[in-house]
């Protein structure tokens, strides 16, 4: 998965959470209980707003949908990089 999928990922998470009325605890929750590891709600807020979430959520998100954990530490443009 491309950074872009994850930003892509973020937009439709907002999306879902707007749409079932969640908070971002109930979501950490949530992937909590998914995946058998405490997610904190901050990593979730970090995740919605594009910057790199804790490595509790990035431990999720790799558990639950195999994103490599690499792709955190890349930068969304070349731009981004200089």
Known sequence: MRRTQLTRAAVELARIMTAKHLTQ???ADMLS???GRR???S???RALTGTAPGGDLVSAYHVLLGIDVALWSEPA???AAA
């Open 25 to 27: 605890q109930a979501v």
């Open 33 to 35: 209980a998914r995946v």
């Open 39 to 41: 997610v904190s709600q």
């Open 43 to 45: 990593s979730v807020g």
């Open 77 to 79: 443009t070349a731009s």
